[in-house]
């Protein structure tokens, strides 16, 4: 089946310091990927949807200048967030959309500011 | 308000009996899916029906669809400790010429041994 990976599963980071998440595709081409965040106990919130070779689409109240996305080839997503804060630590998973409109999910990665 | 909504949001049951989730919505859908989060894991897709299908199985999970009501319910036959795991449903949005995954709340299933 389709098999989608993410790099790092867990990440420690200090304050104003950048983080860059990898979300693979290993066995398909993904022309659309996706960015979620999860908060304890909550769930799933799109963040932005990510589409090879064009800027991503940002959803309402998430900030595109700290959320960098980058869809450079059709198996490769990055998410970087930049001048991270405590608040911004969650669980970011990425999903990867076949062509036959199936999403399948990374294993997420649990982002800790401290 | 948000796009599919599950009941309960918590659920505990012994091993060997069934689990039902019930997902709502609000707006008409192509289709409608089921996942599965283990704690600290990814999601699994675990079944899609389409907006014309009423029911379907896979395995021991039967999904059924009413659109009249807009709702959608999960059933675990049989249960397992294995199955204990968040199961959330998810519909399709479409904004803006684009479509994305809406996904409601989420139920926690507890299976005990």
């Known amino acids: 089946g389709a098999v989608v990976s993410q790099h790092p599963s867990w990440v420690i980071c200090k304050s104003g310091t950048s983080v860059k998440i990898e979300c693979r595709s290993l066995?398909?081409?993904?022309?659309?990927m996706f960015w979620y965040r999860q908060f304890p106990k909550q769930s799933l919130m799109l963040m932005a949807t990510?589409?090879?070779?064009?800027?991503?689409?940002?959803e309402q109240g998430v900030e595109k200048d700290k959320f960098l996305i980058n869809h450079a080839s059709l198996t490769l997503s990055t998410l970087t967030v930049t001048s991270a804060h405590p608040e911004d630590s969650s669980f970011y998973i990425c999903s990867a959309e076949t062509d036959w409109w199936e999403q399948y999910f990374g294993p997420g990665t649990r982002l800790t500011v401290t | 308000s948000q796009q599919g909504e599950e009941d309960p949001q918590a659920l505990s049951i012994q091993e060997g009996e069934n689990a039902t989730m019930n997902c709502s919505y609000k707006t008409s859908i192509n289709n409608l899916q089921w996942y599965r989060q283990n704690s600290g894991r990814g999601l699994v897709h675990l079944i899609l029906i389409r907006s014309n299908e009423r029911e379907k199985h896979s395995g021991r999970l039967r999904v059924t669809l009413d659109t009249s009501k807009k709702s959608s319910s999960l059933l675990i036959t049989a249960s397992r400790a294995a199955d204990t795991a968040s199961y959330f449903c998810a519909t399709v949005k479409t904004q803006g010429g684009s479509e994305k995954l809406v996904f409601g709340k989420g139920t926690k299933l507890t299976v005990n041994p």
């Open positions: 990510s589409n090879e070779g064009s800027k991503a689409t940002y």
């Open positions: 066995d398909f081409q993904a022309t659309t």
